[in-house]
């Protein structure tokens, strides 16, 4: 009889709407930042700060910034209107008169439209890739279809289109060329080296990538990166020189691909034991367990650490800087450089850094919300 | 990373039969080894460093700019008669000699010191000074300072641990004047520092700062000092034990002063067939045959300096532009230190 009658009142109050002291943004804000008087002080103190800052930084960013500059007459002088408001407001006009520079850097300026196209199809590819209705056997052919595609916008030659070499190239495509072939390669290499390493019947691969991993882990990718582009040439016969881009790219896929052994192997060995020994018993041959019970499983409890590999690895293709690949970063460096918009890298750094974190946030919500996928099957 | 392999396989390949093609049109060759691979290639490599106004800087086009990239084209246009057949590798300080070491560039065209350390171990050596850099300062025209000499007890804002910062104490030692350094490491930091008069001079290669002039809203504001404190000669660079090709990166630099000094540019240069001077004969290729013993083409010199122009037409584009005075980087009759032996 009790519980009835509290049950009848929860059903009640359920219908109407709590007051607004007990859920609602007053309610939230009481209870989380004014629970006592020195959460209230923090939270004044913290919310000034927050609101100059915000206030400073449309100030800089907007109400005072310089978006445009006439043609002056002296080309050195072109900046003189963002000069007067350095300090003031953000010279957005830097962004205008060197963005091209910065997404495709020395690639011919009216050759442009195709690393621009290359960009969407980069974007296009990542977004099928991620939809899960496409992850079957054709998603492979549309890979090589849209790597092939990307080669030869790049490249030209072919279809009436202009031959563009590859130290033309820059800016943003040469980041996503880096990361998209150095993670599409470095990844079914981390999986052989992983299974490689676990292996019980063959030491000698085993040795071979214990030593492999731990070699490639136990220096720095710039260190790597200098080996591919000034220790490498020294090895080769005079005048035989591969692309200095395929060199940065290959040290890449090795570098990334220890480190994705590594998580994938961490994988592995999650897994319970009774996995492989029921795989056994079904009489499945070594390669049928790992590829259909084995990797799955093994692999789906690795999406965070992956994708933040994944991400690291994204964000370390700009170390490219010091053997003077054009990517991204070092496109907006030079566009710094440039003597008449000395003073304005602070709008080219934050430029750059929307664009990394376009395609890092991107990745980072992606693998959130294929855990959550995950998730829901196995706590079915 | 597929398509570059099959690419770098096609290169080889074709590098291949590139070189069949021009070993059977040189068949004796031209006797240096860079020279006959710059031609199989089709493509002269050149080093440059790619993030220096006024020497080697991408344009907001994409188009490498500066005096290290026009001289790379001058080779090219020397050698092949067309200025566009030259691949830039951007280098850094710490890749660039390798980089010419490994012959993954013929010339290294990248603002880099002459010096005798460099020359007597790295087993490559200088074709040349393109540019006369040195230490030098600016004041604000407000001080009413002409020369360094007057500069006692001035505070002076240097980069620390610089060879400027080494140059600028010697430079007052030994004239015997009093000094007091400031010592700011962020070269944008150090500016703001000599505009808000926290320093009353600024110090750093001279190329720097004609470019610092030339960039601010007010820039008759503030003088270069006519001192230039320390020898910073920057030139081109190529591998020690081809002879040939060190000849051909000199003669393409000395076409150019050669060039300025009869006045020919890149634009007269067509009405200038019916000259009778013989050295300008020999120059434009009417006469001689100084191209062939370079293992060119007797127009050579033409066509470096119709692409390109002289060194004139070089210097008023890339540096003159930055507001950068000549100086000593004249001609020897004017002044200067440019001197080209003549050609005959």
Redesign the interface.
Known sequence: MASQAVADSVQGAARERPPASVVGPVAWARRNLFNSIWSSLVTLVLGYFLLRWAWGLLNWGVLHAVWTVPVAAN???T??PC??AQGVGACWAVIG??W??IL??????DLQWRPALCVLLFVGLYAVSASRRFWRKELLYIWIGT??AI?VLM?GGVLGMQYV????W?GLPITL?LAT?GLA?AFPLAVLVALGRRSTQLPAVKMLCVAYVELIRGVPLISLL?MA???F??F?P?????????RA??AI?LFAAAYLAEVVRGGLQALPKGQYEAADALGLSYWKKTRLVILPQALRLVIPPLVNTFIGFFKDTSLVL???I?DLLTAG???M????W??F?TEIYLVLAAIYFIFCYAMSHYSRGLERQFGRTRNR | MMRPKLQFAAALAGGAILAGLAGAAHAEGSGSATLDAVRARGMLNCGIDGNTPGFSLPDSKGVMTGIDADGCRSVAAAIFGDASKVKFTPLTTQNRFTALQSGEVDVLIRETTWTMGREASLGAEFAGINFYDGTGFIVKKAMGVKSAKELDGATVCVQPGTSTELAVSDFFRQANLKFTPILIDNVAEIQSAFISGRCDVFSNDSSALGTFRATQSNKDDYVLLPEIISKEPLGPMVRKGDDKWFDIIRWTYFAMLIAEEHGVTSKNIDTMSGTTDPELRRFLGLEGDLGKALGLDDKWAYNAIKAEGNAAEIWDRNLGVLGIPRGINALWNKGGLMYAPPMR
């Open positions: 080309p050195l002088e900046a003189a000069r007067q008169d060197k091209r520079f495709f850097g020395r690639y011919p300026y790597l092939t080669a490249w070499p590859q130290d033309e820059g060329i072939f390669f200098f582009s000034v220790m040439p020294l080769m005079e005048g035989l020189n591969p692309d200095k881009l395929l790219q290959i896929i010091i053997i003077g054009l460096k030079n566009a450089a440039d003597p008449v000395t003073g890298s």
